[in-house]
């Protein structure tokens, strides 16, 4: 059912209250092709809503927002040292890596508690505690908002890179993913398995709690910790994880920065950039828990942009192009953002 003049408030984590002109939840593909001819005969903007955990409206959504429901999950295939597994794009994402792990599948502990829905996980390549999606993942279905013809894409064709993707590029806008198939590791089948706890405090947590013999469901638990331990829980405190990407310069701005700026945390990454982590330039920059009005930068990881009650989207963004600015006038870097800004 098509609802009019819709709060988007309870449907996105900021809890930035906004209005959807036009709001349908759909529960099956058939339903959310119906719904893909009432957009295209009223020619009207679209959004496809997951969890709302990466996103921030800067206003009212002057279109449709096709909230997606579509559910379930299942074992499609089974090979000795591999299970592929298949889940529709409305699943919880929390709940699905809990899911696998009761299924003695190894593969997504280190992505535990990263809030939203399955559907949007390759979106960005979502990733935590060194390891990304793009791992695990085989393939995925998604429906062509203009057409309504039903499309498969596999690892290669979604072309992801540093919390990045198709979906975010070239195919913006273009496909609404209705389900997404993994390939895990069969944890009972007796081969080696390779986790993957090399990642700042995992180890040290693993041992705070005792643990002898790793498990994906360990490693799991010292990921939640860790989480709870830093991270603002939306439901208390209103944000979208991390407000910017971690920006990958060149060798010799890195090099600059250090001439300048001394010890300078940094990691490898793809094409022989430097990854410099964010919260780190935010934090030099004196934003690090630094309120403005009903926002600002979160006291305990600066990167998290908070909504400290009734703050409007607007004030958020606001507060995000200064932090931008800041860090390009030290450092030169132009911040990217992660979330979805709308
Ligand atoms: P939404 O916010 O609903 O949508 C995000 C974007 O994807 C929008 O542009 C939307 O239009 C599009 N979209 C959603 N579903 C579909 C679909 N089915 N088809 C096509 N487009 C779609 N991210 C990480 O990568 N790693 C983390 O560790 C992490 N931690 C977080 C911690 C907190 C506390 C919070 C609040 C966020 C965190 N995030 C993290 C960000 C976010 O949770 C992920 O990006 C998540 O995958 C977003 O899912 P969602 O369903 O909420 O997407
Ligand atoms: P952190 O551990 O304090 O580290 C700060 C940054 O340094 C991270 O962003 C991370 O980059 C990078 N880093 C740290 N150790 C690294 C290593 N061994 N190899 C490569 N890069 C390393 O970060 P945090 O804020 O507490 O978050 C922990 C993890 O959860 C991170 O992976 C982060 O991406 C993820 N997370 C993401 C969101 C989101 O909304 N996207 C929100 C919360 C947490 P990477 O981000 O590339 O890992």
Not at 212 to 234: C, F, G, H, M, T
Not at 268 to 282: C, F, M, Q, R, T
Request: proline share 4%; aromatic share 10%.
């Amino acid at each position: 059912m098509i609802q009019e003049n819709f709060s988007l408030r309870a449907l996105n984590t900021f809890g930035i209250e906004a209005h959807a002109r036009f709001y349908a939840p759909f529960y099956k593909v058939e339903g959310l092709l119906e719904l893909l001819n009432f957009v295209r005969a009223n020619r009207l903007p679209l959004l496809v809503l997951g969890g709302g955990s990466n996103v921030l409206f800067t206003k009212d959504f002057d279109g449709v927002v096709l909230h997606n429901r579509i559910s379930g999950k299942r074992i499609v295939q089974e090979e000795d040292e591999w299970v592929w597994i298949e889940a529709a794009a409305g699943e919880n994402w929390h709940e699905l890596v809990m899911w696998t792990i009761d299924h003695e599948l190894g593969g997504l502990e280190n992505l535990s508690l990263i809030p939203g829905y399955a559907g949007a996980a390759p979106i960005q390549n979502i990733g935590a505690y060194g390891v990304e999606l793009k791992e695990v993942f085989h393939s995925l279905e998604a429906v062509e908002i203009s057409t309504g013809k039903i499309f498969s894409f596999t690892a290669a064709e979604c072309r992801f890179g540093y919390r990045d993707s198709v979906f975010k590029r070239e195919g913006r806008n273009q496909f609404i993913i209705t389900n997404i198939t993994l390939r895990l590791q069969n944890m009972r089948c007796g081969k080696p398995y390779h986790y993957r706890v090399e990642y700042g405090d995992i180890a040290k947590q693993l041992e705070v709690m005792g643990v002898q013999q790793l498990s994906p469901r360990a490693v799991s638990e010292a990921i939640i910790a860790i989480r709870r331990s830093k991270l603002p829980d939306p439901s208390e405190l209103g944000n979208a994880g991390s407000f910017f990407k971690n920006p990958l310069v060149s060798a010799a701005h890195y090099a600059q920065i250090v001439a300048e700026y001394g010890q300078t945390p940094h990691y490898p990454a793809e094409d022989g950039k430097v990854k410099i982590p964010a919260a780190w330039l935010i934090e030099k920059c004196g934003w690090k828990g630094k309120r403005v009005g009903n926002t600002g930068s979160h006291s305990r990881q600066a990167l998290v942009l908070v909504n400290y009650g009734g703050a409007t989207g607007k004030e958020i963004w606001e507060c995000a192009l200064q932090i931008q600015q800041s860090v390009k006038e030290k450092f030169g870097i132009a911040l990217e953002p992660e979330v979805n800004v709308y």
